[in-house]
């Protein structure tokens, strides 16, 4: 029995070998290879890239042609997924990191660091019964940004986002590193739902609609202005209380489908990498960049508001007023800041206390 193991052993060694014994048997060394992954572009970091978003999110990343190095750090299984994804013939060089103890390497040099990690939501929570596990993971992560690359820009996915994102300026104050600009909670799933959405009603395809969506990521604090729907378009009273709810409640919709195997992942990833790829676009000086997201705001009294932004060299470099509001978005929007006062709160407080 035992030498039948060996024997099994020795041929899948030589059948699958691993990268070390597969240099070794033929004589080459990668890390002296002519390749270095030297090419333009930006260096991009990805947080709980082995998960239901980190995944398709990562696959997306590598072939942005925007991207030069793509780090994948999990806390499991981000070797295999690393592997898998850097066999992809696109430019970007990839390197996986697992575990806290590699959160420095996987950190440092990133212009751009992408967080995904923490659980989602199975049918019945809200996104706020996320918060005592994700406050934690966020805190770590940033302190983890806040030390090793306190220049980056980070888009924030990792839920509560309304908590999450004032933990992650709290974490980063206290570092001494917070710049209020590079900072963005990442809200792109609810404006491309918007214009999934209000294509169908309107007969229109998707790509040609634009539909400003403020406000927070969670419930009644999503809050789509249709009234300055592009291309502009008179809604009934109907289709704005329809498409309203349906916007708000996308994310529970697809955790209601998913059944318990968690919350939406590849629009997510969709999402996640317009985004990054608007960012992107920002810091390499393109003019006019324009999305929605989650940012330290003076639009409300709020510290803390989604509202359209322009991205630029140093992050989300002007936040736009909301312009003129119907009264259904007038009430909404006081709806939406009641709730989102206390979620800031709940945020801020984690790490004050
Ligand atoms: N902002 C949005 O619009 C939006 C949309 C969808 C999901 N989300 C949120 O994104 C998060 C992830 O969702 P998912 O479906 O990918 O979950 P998932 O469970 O499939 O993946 C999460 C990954 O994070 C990893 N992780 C856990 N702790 C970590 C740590 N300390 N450091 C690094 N990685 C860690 C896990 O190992 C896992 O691979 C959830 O909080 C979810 O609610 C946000
Ligand atoms: O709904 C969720 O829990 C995930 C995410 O926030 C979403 O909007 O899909």
Redesign the pocket.
């Known amino acids: 029995m035992e030498q039948t193991n060996q024997r099994i052993a020795k041929i899948s060694a030589h059948l699958y070998p691993s990268n070390s014994q597969m240099e070794e048997s033929f004589g080459v060394r990668r890390a002296n290879c002519r390749a270095k992954g030297g090419a333009p572009g930006f260096k991009v970091a990805i947080?709980?890239?082995?998960?239901?978003?980190?995944q398709p999110l990562a696959m997306l990343m590598k072939i942005n042609p925007l991207v030069s190095v793509l780090h994948l750090?999990?806390?499991?299984?981000s070797p295999g997924v690393t592997a898998d994804i850097s066999h992809m013939d696109t430019g970007a060089v990839v390197r996986g990191f697992l575990g806290?103890a590699q959160?420095e390497n996987a950190l440092t040099g990133m212009d751009l660091v992408i967080i995904?990690?923490?659980?989602?939501?199975k049918p019945g929570m809200t996104?706020d019964d996320?918060f005592n596990i994700?406050a934690g993971?966020v805190r770590?992560?940033c302190e983890g940004i806040a030390k090793s690359c306190p220049g980056a820009v980070v888009n924030?996915?990792?839920?509560p986002?309304n908590s999450t994102v004032p933990i992650a300026a709290e974490v980063l104050k206290k570092a001494g590193t917070y710049d209020p600009k590079r900072l963005l909670?990442?809200?792109?799933?609810?404006v491309v739902r918007a214009n999934t959405f209000v294509a169908e009603v309107l007969g229109l395809d998707p790509r040609d609609v634009d539909v400003p969506v403020v406000g927070g990521?969670a419930g009644v604090t999503i809050l789509p202005l249709l009234s300055q729907v592009k291309p502009p378009s008179a809604f009934t009273p109907d289709e704005v209380e329809y498409l309203t709810n349906r916007i708000q409640n996308g994310?529970t919709e697809v955790v209601e489908a998913k059944a318990g195997a968690?919350?939406?992942?590849l629009s997510?990833a969709y999402?996640a990498v317009k985004f990054a790829d608007a960012c992107l676009r920002g810091l390499r000086g393109d003019a006019g960049v324009v999305e929605c997201a989650f940012v330290a705001s003076e639009v409300t009294e709020l510290p803390f508001f989604a509202s359209k932004v322009r991205l630029g060299r140093n992050g989300a470099e002007e936040v736009f007023q909301l312009g003129p509001l119907n009264e259904y978005e007038r009430v909404g929007l006081e709806k939406a800041k009641k709730e989102l006062a206390a979620s800031i709160q709940k945020g801020i407080s984690f790490v004050r206390k």
Do not use: E, F, K, W
Not at 185 to 190: N, R
């Open positions: 947080l709980g890239a082995a998960g239901g978003i980190g750090y999990d806390v499991v299984n806290q959160l995904p990690a923490g659980v989602p939501r996104r996320l994700n993971i770590t992560l924030l996915i990792s839920n986002v909670g990442v809200t792109m799933l609810d990521h994310g968690g919350s939406a992942t997510m999402a």
